[in-house]
């Protein structure tokens, strides 16, 4: 799980990822994380849609910087 997004890399919300975080987290058909379950997250806002969401909850799907870890946003 990622705790910070890194600036120019791509990353999705995952319901798996949200469930494994929030204790009794509800992702069934019809809830909001199962909504936007694999769409792209506003990294800037920390958005997806009007939703706010932590790092933790989302998989990179485009590293543009391998070699920077760190940088966060």
Not at 27 to 48: F, S
Not at 56 to 71: A, V
């Amino acid at each position: 799980m990622s705790k910070q997004f890194v600036k120019d890399n791509v990353y999705v919300f995952t319901t798996k990822k949200f469930k494994s975080d929030v204790v009794n987290a509800d992702t069934k058909k019809g809830t909001w994380a199962a909504e936007i379950n694999g769409h792209i997250v506003d990294i800037e806002n920390r958005m997806c849609r009007s939703y706010g969401i932590d790092p933790e909850w989302c998989k990179c799907i485009k590293n543009n910087n391998p070699k920077i870890e760190s940088e966060s946003i």
